[in-house]
């Protein structure tokens, strides 16, 4: 009996813990309206490799039909380097749907393109997972 | 009592009142015929052109390979890039006298460490240039816009 009201305690301690800490975090995360730039709709980037594509008409192909495409913000078509970059809405379109594409245009299997690290971008990485969780907290967008 | 402070609460009234009445006329803004210049940020279209030209200036870096593998990182992580995208807009925004505010590190800050050279700035300004270019953006709004960024480079090169 006294086992069960000292886990009844502690379980009813524990909910409290639990509810004052997501309020404080919730709290956290609206405190301040969004800002202009961060109510804008996020995107994301892709990088396609062409190395395989040797018909110079293909890439200006390609170049108009990533800009034609639903959800692509912007796109840039490279013969020197043999690459295709898009930034998309990721709720628009998809980086599968892009390449898919690319491989119907251009007739041939393309590859995504990865980059070599040289140096890191002069980004915040430590604040990823606070802002990650304050962006799935907020509900003043 | 009662009276002293009636009389205290009516006091400071008419000495509000008198004080807001008397504000001189002159205090008030002379309408002349001149309408403001727009701020650049205004010229360029708003945050959604800023938005626009800031997408295709990152696709044209990402396809630069000069610089591209400084920014593999972000390309890579979508919390990176929108974070590199924010940063860029505020940048352009505060920098063009719009309602934006920059509040990332200081470009010394950001690129200490980097060792970037004078041709990869360079490569980044072509990359931003030919953004520009694309939206047709006139060339007094893109000498404006370069001449607030230009400055960064003693900041940005060579630390």
């Known amino acids: 009996m006294k086992k069960k009201n000292r886990l009844k305690r502690w379980g009813g301690t524990l909910l409290i813990l639990t509810g004052v800490t997501f309020i404080s975090l919730f709290t956290w995360a609206n405190w301040n309206a969004p800002t202009i730039t961060e109510r804008l709709p996020t995107i994301e980037m892709s990088s396609f490799d062409l190395s395989q594509v040797q018909d110079a008409a293909a890439y200006s192909k390609v170049d108009a039909a990533l800009k034609h495409k639903s959800g692509v913000t912007a796109c840039s078509v490279n013969p020197d380097s043999h690459m295709a970059t898009v930034t998309f809405h990721p709720t628009e379109t998809s980086k599968e749907a892009l390449l898919s594409e690319i491989n119907h245009v251009t007739g041939t299997e393309v590859q995504y393109k990865h980059f070599d690290i040289k140096a890191g971008c002069p980004m915040k990485a430590t604040s990823e997972f606070f802002g990650k969780l304050k962006q799935s907290l907020c509900v003043r967008n | ?159």
């Open chain 2, 1 to 159: 009592m009662k009276h002293l402070r009636k009389i205290t609460v009516a006091g400071l009234l008419l000495v509000t009142v008198l004080a807001t009445s008397c504000k001189k006329d002159d205090d008030e803004p002379t309408t002349t015929t001149t309408t403001p210049t727009p701020t650049l940020y205004t010229r360029l279209g708003g945050i959604e052109a800023i938005s626009a030209v800031t997408d295709q200036f990152l696709a044209n870096v990402a396809n630069d390979a000069t610089i591209n593998g400084r920014f593999a990182d972000a390309v890579a992580n979508p919390y990176r890039l929108q974070l590199l995208r924010n940063n860029l807009i505020d940048q352009i925004c505060a920098g063009s006298g719009g309602p934006c505010q920059y509040k990332g590190k200081t470009m010394l800050q950001a690129h200490t460490g980097m060792n970037i050279t004078n041709d990869e700035f360079g490569a980044l300004v072509g990359d931003l240039v030919a953004a520009l270019d694309q939206f047709n953006v006139p060339t007094q709004e893109k000498t404006d816009l370069l001449a607030i960024l230009g400055p960064m480079q003693t900041d940005v090169v060579g630390h």
